[in-house]
């Protein structure tokens, strides 16, 4: 949890320093195509994990990471509309109160669309929303799989214009997507997926 909450701080005070030596540079009031990149912390709440021996349990897991990337087109006017992917991983440590082995891991393909908030400004805060897929499964005390499952996404975050072409952001992301059924001998089980995750990114305007 330490190494990321630095990662984020460090993030933001990049944020400031570049947007300090970048005020005639406002790459957040661009319009055309850009890509992005992220990375930083998954941080998975207390999910559901449901088989028909045990009945349901608690899970409690280690602190993750997670990284992706986005394409997207910029209207100039704060709204952006993207295609972005996000893939995290975390481990296992506790199933019903009990030590537990494994990890879950989660792939996603969201459609989204984010407002920047001060578009014409160097510093803009921007909130968003995606609807989409995530692949989601592992690896949960024997019991393994994966699925393609419906998944929603909010991200609320602030966004730095460093150059005429590249911004830098610092984002929460809040992931659901439907449960996932694992297998294990013939029996089957339910893994309920979602994901708490702080990202630092960066952002290139291709035209």
């Known amino acids: 949890m330490k190494r990321w909450t630095l990662s984020a701080a460090l993030a933001f005070a990049g944020l400031a320093i570049g947007a300090v030596h970048a005020q005639d540079a406002n790459a957040n009031n661009y319009q055309g195509y850009y890509v992005s990149g992220v990375w930083g912390g998954s941080f998975l709440p207390f999910l559901h994990f449901t088989d028909a021996a045990s009945g349901l349990g608690h899970e409690h897991f280690d602190d993750g990471f997670a990284y992706g990337g986005a394409v997207g087109y910029n209207t100039g006017d704060g709204i952006r509309y993207e295609l972005d992917s996000l893939y995290q991983n975390s481990s296992v440590k ?51 799989g994966r699925q393609w499952r419906p998944a929603y996404q909010l991200e609320a975050g602030l966004r730095a214009s460093v150059a005429d072409n590249v911004s830098l952001f610092g984002e929460y992301r809040f992931t659901q997507s439907e449960s996932a059924t694992l297998r294990n001998a013939g029996a089957e089980a339910h893994q309920h997926f979602s994901d708490h995750a702080l990202l630092a990114g960066v952002s290139y305007n291709l035209n």
């Open 94 to 144: 506790s199933l019903a109160g009990s030590p537990a082995s494994g990890h879950i891991s989660s792939t996603g393909l969201m459609a989204n669309a984010t407002y920047d908030l001060l578009h014409d400004s160097v510093f803009t805060p921007y909130v968003g929303a995606g609807l989409g897929f995530q692949n989601v499964g592992g690896n949960i005390d024997g019991f393994t």
